[in-house]
């Protein structure tokens, strides 16, 4: 009889070493499966390597090899929300925790998240816990994703935990999806609208311009504006070097640029965020999409069993405005020192009064993660009325900015060709006379 050593995966995906006494690998990784373990890796301690049955469930696999080159872009919300759902469909199943990994890697297409999966699955077959594996690769899979599957291994619910995950992140996605839906209707009108605008100011204006100058128009001073504004977009005017469309082309890039690199420093977050966050027309849907996105994060990081202190850094870091963030610090110092949740909530003023009470209610029940989670869908729903209030309110904004931009262009130049037309019927009457 020989004695094999094994690695192994239990009920909970948790890795297991030992040794086992058998005549064969076949009768080892049965007494292993008897044990409630399912093996990965089986040798005989001598070093000869002695496989599993061919096609069998606990079949050791081998190593693959990682697909080198460069990987051009990240992991999308999309496909790591896909790839959640199905790893806590083949969890649910039964299936150990290794094969799952390995099924769902096989199945993608070159990517980043292949590329990951595959040092994911390396780690765990090596020992590693799936949390701390996934640990390794934070622009795949970010401290809530990793804090959770470690509170799942925990608990020994790792199945239950990737549903909730999946679930969060199917109705964050959803969150972001109707945002950005509002907002295409009102930027592919600005857009169009400047691309109108500045052929107008190209090509249409000068030929007006020539005409003026033939007949010796006295211009209105909104026309003369005009025709100045027109020479700069086109780069008429003695020594531009640059014409002004240019300007207008890069002017949005350079904005955004602007405001990316500000927000890297603390100070240019706390501006931008407090504007945006007060902002007469954005701020009210900001507002209560972050509320959404902070309560459904910290209500399903407390459900899963996340200690409730590393649970609200861990939404402070994730809630994505320095206002909230500022407020959760305050949130955090405050329960650490033995106080309450709402305390602090209700001083930092950036959630309406219903939210205090509803998280006061909850911590005095002790059922804060189902009352965060109520809180949650309640303003979900919220967001869904906002945006399309927001929708109705631009349209009309638009109609009018538009509407005035094209009135006045008109306007300008209609007035000189009236008053031209004034000029050759009397000069016309003056003759006949």
């Not at 190593?63 to 790893?87: C, D």
């Not at 799952?100 to 999966?117: A, H, Y």
């Not at 904005?255 to 890297?264: G, H, M, N, P």
């Not at 309110?393 to 638009?398: F, G, H, K, R, Y």
């Amino acid at each position: 009889m020989a004695t094999f050593t094994y690695e192994a995966l239990n009920a909970a995906g948790k890795p297991q070493k030992g040794t086992v006494d058998a005549n064969s690998s076949e009768e080892a990784i049965q007494r292993i499966k008897s044990q409630g373990f399912f093996p990965t890796l089986v040798k005989e301690q001598k070093g000869k390597k002695t496989g599993a049955p061919e096609g069998g469930e606990g079949a050791a696999k081998p190593k693959k090899k990682k697909s080198g080159g460069l990987v051009i872009g990240g992991v999308s919300a999309k496909q790591l929300t896909l790839f959640t759902r199905q790893l806590s469909t083949l969890q649910d199943a039964g299936l150990p925790l290794l094969r799952s990994l390995n099924i769902l890697e096989s199945q993608l297409k070159p990517g980043r998240l292949k590329m990951v999966l595959q040092d994911v699955a390396e780690d765990v077959e090596g020992g590693a816990s799936l949390s701390e594996s996934m640990a390794k690769h934070p622009r795949a899979f970010n401290r809530l994703y990793s804090k959770m599957v470690a509170a799942g291994e925990v608990g020994g619910v790792l199945d239950i935990i990737l549903q909730r995950l999946a679930e969060f992140m199917e109705k964050a996605q959803s969150l972001r999806r109707k945002i950005k839906a509002a907002m295409i209707y009102p930027i592919t009108v600005v857009i169009i609208a400047l691309a109108i605008v500045t052929f107008i100011m190209v090509f249409i204006i000068p030929k007006f311009e020539e005409i003026f100058k033939d007949f010796g128009v006295k211009l209105p001073s909104v026309t003369r504006f005009l025709i100045n504004t027109s020479r700069w977009v086109a780069g008429n005017n003695v020594g531009q070097a640059v014409p002004g469309w240019v300007y207008i082309l890069v002017a949005p890039i350079g904005v955004w640029l602007f405001i990316k690199f500000a927000r890297k420093a603390t100070p240019g977050r706390a501006f931008f965020d407090t504007i945006l966050l007060w902002s007469p027309l954005f701020g009210k849907l900001v507002r209560k999409s972050t509320i959404a996105r902070f309560t459904r994060t910290l209500g399903t990081l407390v459900a899963a069993g996340v200690p409730i202190l590393e649970a609200i850094l861990i939404t402070r870091d994730t809630s994505g405005n320095y206002v909230f963030e500022r407020a959760l610090n305050k949130v955090h110092d405050s329960i650490r020192e033995g106080e309450s949740f709402a305390g602090p909530l209700r001083e930092a003023k950036v959630v309406d009064a219903i939210v205090v009470n509803m998280i006061d209610v909850g911590e005095e029940t002790g059922d804060l993660d189902a009352m965060l989670l109520k809180v949650a869908d309640n303003y979900d729903e919220e967001v869904d009325v906002a945006v399309g209030g927001l929708v109705k309110l631009i349209e009309p904004l638009l109609i009018v900015f538009l509407g005035g931009v094209v009135g006045t262009i008109v306007v300008a130049m209609f007035m000189p060709l009236v008053a031209m037309i004034e000029s050759l019927q009397s000069s016309t009457s003056g003759g006949n006379v």
